[in-house]
């Protein structure tokens, strides 16, 4: 049996935990779990009032009389298989597949809102399609397609905005401003195991107008603009290299520090990207492996190897992990084709405070040293749904790790 990237048991509540006589005897583990529980009743909606409040200043809203109505946006993927009456996942999925691979400089068409040209600058206005965060994004051409430009607006939809697709407005207002109709949505329920989060319509009449002036600054030109360095990367606005390594923000796979491999970044390398054979046990729920230090690499590269590839394509890119530590040690790790953003957990406050929806990125992880036994670790992937906590050992030949807590909301 091999280690899997995500926790394959399914619990119905919190910290049951299959090893609960052998805890770990850690102080600041049983703080976390503390903070742990009541961090996750973390939701607080926005009243109606606040939603009706641009959340920044590029963006303005007035309300409009004849105003488009999301229920009439035509999705096609929905279309089809409304059409076809689809009973199996594997012809759903093919549909997708489809459509999806349909694109417009590299972008899905199902996930194009708006694509207008205004005196020689195209405008793609557009949405991620990330199940937890669906991100709109904005790129331009002011060559008739040669090149392009993209640019986080820093909206996340339904956070307050769900931008309509079928809006009679043209994109562009002026050169200098886009506009685009939307609902202004609030979230009433947020996401739990097996259910999406639920919304409620504030007003269905808004029409935005954003400043492009604002989304276009790039101060450092590093082709990520400020706006999504200081919202989303916690990188530097002002600097193309915030860790200085010679890699430019936009292609750092970790941008903020310096990478340098050490034991700990094997270490959590081989948990989120190895596949280890587990070790033997009568106890079915006790999941076991081990890292060798002395043959790390290859044994990762042969791992890999075995996994299926994922494409490399432009909306990938602008994805990315969070994972949230205090250890230099592992903020040196070179990502494996993902972006990974290492935060510390004042930073981590921060990022949770620009959106709610961050709240659902699905890897919110801590390592730290055990404060009773020597050489002993623990490291947790946190999600809002999912979380698998490691009891971690270190020996002279490598580590040992212990699947020690998984629960699931
Ligand atoms: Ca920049
Ligand atoms: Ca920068
Ligand atoms: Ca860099």
Avoid at 44 to 62: G, H, R, W
Avoid at 246 to 256: L, M, V
Avoid at 274 to 293: A, C, M, R, T
Wanted: proline letters at 5%; glycine letters at 4%.
């Amino acid at each position: 049996m091999k280690k899997i990237l995500t926790p394959l048991l399914v619990m119905s509540f919190h910290f049951i935990s299959s090893q609960e006589t052998k805890a770990c005897k850690c102080v600041q583990f049983e703080k976390l779990k503390d903070s742990l529980s009541q961090s996750h009743p973390f939701f607080q909606p926005v009243t109606e009032e606040d939603a009706l409040i641009p959340p920044f200043t590029y963006i303005s809203v007035k309300y409009i009389k004849a105003a488009a109505k999301s229920e009439n946006i035509i999705d096609p993927v929905y279309q089809r298989i409304k059409d076809l009456q689809l009973d199996s996942i594997d012809a759903l999925y093919a549909i997708m597949q489809e459509e999806f691979s349909k694109k417009v400089n590299d972008i899905p068409i199902p996930l194009i809102i708006k694509k207008e040209k205004f005196k020689g600058t195209i405008a793609i206005l557009y949405t991620t399609d990330s199940f937890l965060s669906k991100n709109y994004y904005i790129k331009i051409s002011k060559d008739n397609g040669k090149t392009w430009q993209n640019y986080f607006t820093g909206l996340v939809a339904n956070h307050y905005y769900f931008l309509k697709s079928n809006s009679k407005y043209p994109l562009w207002k002026d050169e200098s401003h886009i506009q685009i109709e939307a609902d202004i949505t609030r979230m009433t329920k947020h996401l739990v195991y097996g259910e999406t989060p639920k919304y409620t319509v504030v007003k269905n009449n808004a029409l935005l107008t954003l400043d492009l002036a604002e989304i276009l600054k790039d101060s450092d030109g590093d082709g990520i603009n400020d706006i999504e360095e200081t919202q989303k990367l916690f990188t530097n606005p002002y600097s193309k290299d915030t860790d200085g390594d010679g890699i430019s923000d936009a292609e750092d796979n970790n941008p903020k520090y310096t990478t340098a491999e050490n034991d700990f970044t094997k270490l959590l390398k081989g948990i989120i990207y190895g596949n280890y054979d587990f070790v033997k046990s009568n106890d079915p729920s006790h999941e076991e492996f081990f890292i060798p230090l002395a043959t790390f690499d290859e044994d990762l590269k042969t791992q890999r190897n075995e996994l299926p590839k994922r494409e490399k394509e432009f909306l990938y890119s602008l994805d990315y992990k969070v994972i949230v530590t205090d250890n230099d040690n592992l903020k040196r790790l070179e990502p494996i084709d993902e972006k990974i953003l290492f935060l510390t957990p004042k930073e981590f406050a921060e990022y949770q405070k620009t959106s709610y929806m961050y709240h659902f990125n699905p890897y919110y992880s801590k390592v730290f040293p055990c404060d009773e036994e020597r050489d002993t670790y623990i490291f947790m992937i946190e999600g809002s749904m999912t979380g698998t906590t490691y009891l971690i050992k270190r020996t002279p030949g490598g580590w040992n790790i212990e699947t020690f807590n998984v629960w699931m909301a």
